[in-house]
């Protein structure tokens, strides 16, 4: 065990690897750190790819449907991604006390027919990151501009977001 110390000695001498060996634990602590994940943040998450999965779903249907009765399309297979889902904002009733420097606030509920809810300020509609087409008529260029014009349209979006190519097994 002599030898052990010895080496024991040597680096703590050594300034370099004395800095290399704290590099490397505070490294390694930070790694098994970066693995900790909340139950909590999983859930939401989850949640919320769940329902861009489903919201990427149903746009894509709606598309295929729509370019399949475009002449010259012909098969057609869609992938719509999307960059943010669904979200409702609604109107708060916020109070501050300047006196103890206290805020706070309450969401304005309305009474419809019996039921009371939130006050909608504004529903933002999902963002489309991009629109990929394959269809058996990709090759022409007339049918490339026909799907790109008709995609835009649709959902609102510029050409750049959207890539038509020719349908192949």
Not at 44 to 66: M, N, W
């Amino acid at each position: 065990m002599k030898t052990f110390e010895e080496l024991k000695e040597k680096l703590l001498s050594d300034k370099k690897a004395l800095i290399l060996i704290a590099v490397f634990f505070i490294g390694l602590i930070l790694f098994a750190l970066s693995g900790i994940n909340t139950d909590k943040t999983k859930t939401v998450s989850d949640k919320s790819d769940g329902i861009r999965e489903t919201i990427e779903k149903e746009l894509e249907q709606r598309a295929e449907k729509l370019l399949s009765s475009v002449e010259g399309v012909g098969k057609v297979k869609i992938l719509v991604t999307v960059e943010s889902i669904n979200e409702v904002l609604y109107a708060k009733d916020e109070q501050t006390d300047e006196n103890e420097g206290k805020y706070s606030g309450e969401y304005v509920l309305i009474d419809e027919s019996g039921k009371k809810s939130g006050l909608k300020i504004k529903s933002v509609s999902p963002v489309i990151k991009g629109v990929a087409v394959s269809c058996e008529g990709g090759g022409s260029a007339k049918v490339r501009s026909e799907v790109t014009s008709l995609i835009c349209a649709a959902f609102g979006i510029n050409a750049n977001r959207v890539y038509v190519s020719k349908y192949g097994q």
